[in-house]
C-alpha cells in the first residue's frame, strides 16, 4: 500500500497514454515512454531504461504472440536479426558502464545517448514516410514476402538496432523498422510488423536482463508501468482502424525531437549551454517541426509529380500493398 502515491498514479496514466499511441500506430513504447517517465522524474535514467525495457517485454510478447500465430512474421528474417541483436542487447549497457564508476556520470551519458537516439527515431520514421513516398511514384513495388535474406546487412542492422535498445531502450520500433524496409521493400504491411515485433521481444528481453543484472528493478516504477500500459495497448490496437494515422504519426515525429533536444537541453550538453535550460528553444523547434514539416512534405510530394497535399496520405504510405488508383494515376501523370 505504500506504492500507492502520486508517482504510482502519474506511472500508471504514462504507461496507459503511450501504450494506446503503441496500439495506434505500432511505434515503438521505448521512444515515448522512456523520456515521459525521465520528465516526471520517477527515478534515475539507468533505473527508468531498466523499467521500461522490462515492461515492453511483457506487453510486446502478447503482440508476438498474435503474429505468430496467424502466421504473419518471417522467422529466417527475424532468425538472423535476433543472431546480431541479442549479443549487443546484452553487452550495450555494460559497455556504458565501463566508461566510468561515477553514478551522475553514467545517469549524464544516458540521458544524452537517450536524447540522440530520440532524435535519430524522428529522422528515420521522416525517412521510411520518404522511402515509401518513392516506392508508391515508382509504381514497380512487388510484394515479397518471402525474400532471399541477405545475411551480413541483416546481422548489422541487428547489431546496431541491439546496441541501441540496450543502452537506451529505443529503437526496437522505429530504426529497426526502415532498416526492415529499405533492405526487403517487398514485404507487406503484416510481414514487416510481425517480424519486427517478434524479434524485438527477445531483444528487448535481452537489453532487460543485462540492465536488470546492472541496475537491478525498481517495483515501485515497473508494476504501474505495466499495468497502465498493458489495457492502453490493447485499447490501441482497437481504436486503430478508427483514428486518422497521418495526425498521429506526424505528432510523434514532433514530440520526439521536442523530447530529444529537450534530454540534451537538460543533461548541460555543450552546444546548447551548459549553464541553464531552454524551454523557449525547445518550444521554438517543435513549432517549428510542427508547422514546417507539413510544408517540406509537401515539396517532396511535388517534386515526384503528386499533389502537396492529399492522396496517398500518410496511412496508405504506410502500406507496402496500397496501390494508387488509375484514375488518380492518370491525374497525376498527365500533370
Not at 15 to 31: E, Q, R, S
Not at 39 to 56: E, H, K, R, W, Y
Not at 168 to 180: E, F, H, N, Q, R
Not at 319 to 330: F, I, N
Request: glycine share 12%.
Amino acid at each position: 500500500m505504500d506504492w500507492i502515491t502520486a508517482a504510482f498514479f502519474s506511472i500508471l496514466a504514462a504507461g496507459f497514454f503511450v501504450g494506446i499511441v503503441v496500439g495506434l500506430t505500432g511505434m515503438g513504447g521505448g521512444a515515448l515512454m522512456t523520456p515521459a517517465l525521465l520528465f516526471l522524474g520517477v527515478g534515475s535514467p539507468a533505473v527508468v531504461v531498466t523499467a521500461d525495457l522490462t515492461a515492453a517485454a511483457i506487453y510486446k510478447t502478447g503482440g508476438a504472440i498474435v503474429h505468430q500465430r496467424e502466421g504473419s512474421p518471417n522467422m529466417q528474417l527475424a532468425k538472423w536479426l535476433m543472431i546480431g541483436s541479442i549479443p549487443m542487447a546484452l553487452l550495450g549497457p555494460h559497455l556504458v558502464a565501463w566508461l566510468t564508476d561515477d553514478v551522475d556520470q553514467l545517469n549524464h551519458v544516458l540521458v544524452i545517448c537517450i536524447g540522440f537516439a530520440l532524435l535519430l527515431a524522428a529522422a528515420t520514421y521522416a525517412l521510411r514516410l520518404y522511402v515509401n513516398l518513392l516506392r508508391v511514384r515508382s509504381g514497380t513495388h512487388v510484394t515479397d514476402d518471402n525474400p532471399a535474406i541477405r545475411v551480413v546487412p541483416t546481422l548489422l542492422v541487428g547489431m546496431l538496432g541491439g546496441l541501441l535498445v540496450g543502452v537506451t531502450s529505443v529503437g526496437s520500433g522505429s530504426v529497426i523498422m526502415i532498416a526492415l524496409l529499405m533492405l526487403y521493400p517487398g514485404l507487406s504491411a503484416v510481414k514487416l510488423v510481425g517480424t519486427d515485433l517478434v524479434q524485438a521481444v527477445p531483444l528487448v528481453l535481452a537489453a532487460a536482463i543485462s540492465n536488470i543484472a546492472l541496475h537491478g528493478i525498481d517495483w515501485e516504477i515497473l508494476i504501474p508501468l505495466v499495468i497502465g500500459s498493458v489495457p492502453g495497448t490493447i485499447l490501441g490496437s482497437v481504436l486503430a482502424p478508427r483514428v486518422p494515422q497521418s495526425f498521429i504519426r506526424r505528432g510523434i515525429v514532433v514530440v520526439l525531437t521536442m523530447s530529444g533536444v529537450a534530454l540534451l537541453d537538460k543533461s548541460g550538453w555543450a552546444p546548447l549551454g551548459v549553464e541553464e535550460t531552454h524551454p523557449m528553444l525547445i518550444a521554438g523547434i517543435g513549432l517549428a517541426v510542427l508547422l514546417v514539416l507539413p510544408i517540406v512534405w509537401g515539396f517532396l510530394r511535388k517534386q515526384q509529380g503528386l499533389p502537396m497535399f492529399g492522396s496517398p496520405t500518410i496511412a496508405q504510405l504506410e502500406d507496402p500493398s496500397y496501390r494508387p488508383g488509375l484514375v488518380g494515376m492518370k491525374k497525376v501523370d498527365d500533370s
